[in-house]
């Protein structure tokens, strides 16, 4: 009985473990191999607190945790400048650091002989000497911490992690302070580890380097990888069977240990292969299969709002707007300024020996529909770039209603109400469609680690009424509990509209959000691009579609080798003959 | 003076082994932007594949480490097509795949201590000469293994920048689907750079059983300081992580000059994670923005 107490008191240590690194890889994509490492720290902290200077065991492992938060953030800021294979072998030196730590400062940690004597678990002075004592306490406190990270799972924070995870860039153009999350996800999963280690320290009251080696951040990693990333049910599904199923085997006869050992590596090593092959998801995965909407409440927006007639293409299908006056359009409901939201004056860009963009000066009216046209190579999408700050510029300056804002980072940028989509749309594909919106929404009070934690917060309803009324502009509300990777291209395109207008940004960038469409897709994106001026909103656009250009542009800028030939309304820029010999490569 | 000349030479030839290791795992990471844990089992398997065939089958040494070298190659091309490829085809993440080379890792060194035992084993009937120059003693396996590990290292170089297969390689380094394009069997490539890094890391693991015996985990080691060297040496630059395993070598052992053999490790890890920091795009590196 004595014995299955301790495997359960074992299975719960592992818990703690597999759910804290479950918020790195599971979560945020983040691999490390450091996570023993995180554990021993945790561990040894706490045994010489309380050893050395006397503290009481939970002020022990409260500084304990302190401590390797700490340590969290040393590997989590490398991290960040560095790309995700670097982490494999940073991780890897930091734990090995961490060990020759352990098995060389023999004042301190004794040595390979470790450290006896440590003071055992004890409530206001009473120790927990029974094994249900210590498995009920320690029991209590695994529960809270899966309740701390199943907070932190739902909440914006967990929402930005994903989001991290599924596409970093994307994420920042989102205006996600990725830097500051990836460094506080390190230093929160270091913490969660130290708990695990001070607990195991004072229940079994000795420990020794061995117990926190490079194997045993692969068993936690085999945990996670098991029981499913993104899921802490399944970390603790992966601990219980990942323990208790190999102590198990200590009672088949004939099973020596030096068999034993190899044996159960044997088997990890063909879990994490198998689950790779046929369950990356772990066997209880992140989402549940999505509940099959009721017919009678499936909106019909979704097909063939077109009235296109594929035969003549797609422009029939759009309001003719030849009697625009010359000069700019009058729009109704827009608010007609002539003044310039964002300013770009004098960007240059080298890649290498290529002058990508050159003494660039581009002005976005308020309220207007901008195109940039030109050649492949102009610069169109390298001047996104710059004044979205993914590239700094070499030279120039980025005015955005009259204010400076060159040199901030593109996360800033978005909160000052400047927003993008790529080309290559670089949406969420392991997210629902409706968190992938949901993650745009900006100023998140619960995207704080902190405040994650308090479940009452009447933001998250505003937000996510926010986020169905984008999703329904773009008439994708019936899909929201759909995988992103399963929707249809088209699809993905209107998403990525969504999740734009979802950041609240006045200034919207999109590149090319028509290209690989059909003439029926291309007429609705068009469509709804069209109505945004009146809501407020001033768009620049990048397309090579020289049709849609003319119907949906205010102010077409034509570029070509990095810098701006000409600029005017659609009708005289497409009536110039030089600029079409350019455009077309005609001679 | 004598004993920095000592150290010296070991770090020498532990260096030009960790070069070794470098381009093998570069070549692969670079070409296939496979994070390749199990290389490191390849090169078990190249040692314990020559220790079988001279101990147990008694065919000659010279014989024994070409087929091992051999059986190494096809053991990279077969990882590749078994666990690598299938994934790819279903669209896994880098991460599924680097999780799934580390198990394909784990279960083949136990494989081996389960079958060999764990302990470690030497080669049998091979008595290695000592070499004496002035103050400097050395084996003759030692000095086999600088001479050839530098020589695959600079041949390795030479005929990915100077032949065409070579030029070739680079292409599906830096952009597979456009090699496509122009009619270049990406696949097939990534089967070459397989078959190049595994036949190269063979060779590292047959030096390394001649000189101190194979024991079934020898092979993280060798993969991770392989892919340290690669990124300290910036991962676009083959001859940057060959300079920087040399340089690792000679500084893990020159270091003990100065501060207790224990102690090394850490401090060489130490340093490793200070100039990831620093230099990010590898210490070779210039900058290119």
Not at chain 2, 145 to 152: D, G, H, T, W
Request: aromatic share 10%; hydrophobic share 50%.
């Amino acid at each position: 009985m004595e014995y299955f107490l301790h495997v359960a008191v074992l299975v719960l240590i592992y818990a703690i473990l597999s759910i804290s690194y479950n918020l790195l890889m599971g979560f945020t994509a983040l691999f490390s191999l450091a996570h023993a490492a995180m554990y021993g720290i945790g561990a040894y902290a706490s045994t010489l607190l309380a050893l050395q200077l006397g503290l009481n065991i939970w002020a022990s492992l409260v500084a304990a945790v302190l401590i390797t938060a700490a340590s969290g953030a040393v590997i989590g800021i490398p991290a960040l400048r560095v790309r995700s294979h670097y982490l494999v072998v940073l991780s890897f030196g930091f734990q090995m650091v961490i060990y020759s730590l352990m098995m060389n400062l023999v004042s301190f940690t004794g040595g390979e002989g470790g450290i006896i004597g440590i003071p055992k678990i004890s409530i206001f002075g009473l120790a927990l000497r029974a094994k249900w004592q210590a498995l009920l306490c320690i029991g209590l406190i695994t529960a809270l911490i899966l309740w701390i990270a199943l907070r932190w799972g739902q909440s914006p924070f967990g929402r930005v992690l994903k989001a991290i995870r599924d596409d970093e860039e994307a994420t920042r153009a989102l205006g996600k302070n990725v830097v500051s999350a990836k460094v506080i996800v390190f230093m929160i999963s270091g913490a969660l580890a130290a708990v695990a280690g001070s607990l195991y320290a004072h229940y079994i009251g000795f420990i020794n380097p061995f117990t926190f080696t490079l194997n045993e951040s692969v068993f936690i990693l085999a945990m996670v990888v098991f029981g499913g990333s993104g899921n802490f049910y399944g970390s603790i599904l992966g601990a219980l069977v990942l323990v208790a199923v190999p102590e198990l085997l200590r009672f088949v006869r004939g099973f020596s240990e030096a068999i034993a050992g190899p044996f159960r590596h044997i088997l990890y090593g063909l879990m994490l292969m198998a689950m790779m092959r046929f369950r990356p998801q772990g066997l209880i995965g992140e989402y549940k299969a999505p509940k099959p909407v009721p017919l009678d409440r499936l909106p019909s927006e979704h097909e063939n709002t077109s009235t296109a007639d594929p035969e003549k293409g797609y422009w029939t299908a759009l309001p003719s707007r030849s009697t625009a006056p010359s000069g700019v359009h009058e729009r109704k409901g827009a608010p007609v300024t002539e003044t310039f939201l964002m300013e770009a004056h004098g960007l240059s860009k080298h890649f290498g020996g290529i002058l990508a963009v050159n003494e660039l000066s581009i002005g976005l009216r308020q309220g207007r529909i901008t195109g940039l046209i030109g050649p492949n190579g102009a610069g169109k999408t390298t001047f996104f770039n710059l004044v979205t700050g993914f590239f700094p510029p070499d030279r120039g300056k980025v005015l955005l209603r009259g204010k400076d804002i060159t040199a901030l980072p593109p996360h800033l940028k978005t909160r000052l109400g400047m927003a993008r989509t790529f080309q290559e749309l670089r949406l969420f594909p392991h997210m629902t469609v409706l968190d992938t919106v949901l993650v745009a929404r900006p100023k998140q009070k619960g995207e704080n680690f902190a405040l994650a934690l308090w479940p009452f917060s009447p933001e998250e309803g505003q937000n996510r009424q926010e986020a169905l009324s984008c999703l329904e502009f773009v008439g994708l509300a019936s899909k929201r509990d759909e995988l992103t990777e399963n929707l249809s291209y088209a699809e993905q395109k209107l998403l990525s509209l969504a999740r734009l207008l979802a950041t609240g940004a006045e200034l919207l960038l999109l590149d090319e959000p028509t290209s690989g469409l059909d003439p029926n897709s291309i007429s609705r994106i068009l469509h709804l691009i069209e109505t945004l001026p009146a809501q407020g909103k001033t768009i620049c656009i990048v397309e090579h579609n020289l049709d849609v250009m003319r119907h949906i542009a205010d102010w077409v800028c034509f570029l070509a080798e990095g810098r701006m030939l000409a600029e005017g309304i659609p009708e005289d820029i497409f009536a110039d003959k030089t600029l079409a010999d350019i455009y077309f490569g005609g001679g | 003076m004598e004993l920095f000349a000592q150290l010296a030479t070991i770090g020498i030839i532990l260096g030009s082994l960790y070069a070794l290791f470098a381009v093998s795992w570069g070549v692969i990471f670079k070409v296939t932007k496979t994070f390749h844990f199990a290389h490191g089992i390849v090169f078990t398997i190249g040692a314990y594949a020559c220790l079988i065939f001279t101990n147990y089958l008694r065919i000659p040494l010279i014989l024994s480490a070409l087929l091992a070298v051999a059986v190494s190659s096809l053991a990279g091309v077969a990882i590749e097509l078994l666990t690598y490829r299938p994934l790819r085809r279903i669209l896994s993440t880098p991460l599924a795949i680097l999780i799934s080379s580390l198990g394909t890792l784990i279960v083949v060194e136990n494989f081996i201590a389960l079958v060999m035992g764990s302990d470690i084993k030497p080669i049998t009937g091979f008595h290695p000469k000592a070499i004496f120059v002035g103050p400097v003693a050395f084996t003759s396996i030692q000095l086999t293994i600088v001479i050839i590990s530098l020589l695959l290292v600079v041949g390795l170089i030479w005929f990915l920048y100077r032949t065409r297969t070579g030029r070739i390689l680079q292409a599906v380094a830096s952009n597979p689907e456009m090699a496509e394009v122009v009619g270049i069997d990406a696949p097939k490539v990534f089967l070459l750079a397989f078959a190049i890094g595994s036949a190269l890391i063979g060779v590292a693991g047959v030096l390394s059983l001649l000189e101190k015996g194979a024991n079934p985990y020898m092979g993280t080691m060798a993969v991770l300081i392989g892919a340290i060297a690669v990124i300290m040496g910036g991962v676009e630059s083959i001859p940057g992580g060959a300079v920087s395993g040399f340089i690792l070598g000679v500084a893990i052992n020159l270091s003990v000059i100065r501060i207790p053999s224990e102690w090394q490790y850490a401090i060489a890890f130490g340093i490793v994670i200070v100039l990831i920091i620093l230099r990010p795009e590898g210490i070779l590196a210039q900058k290119t923005r």
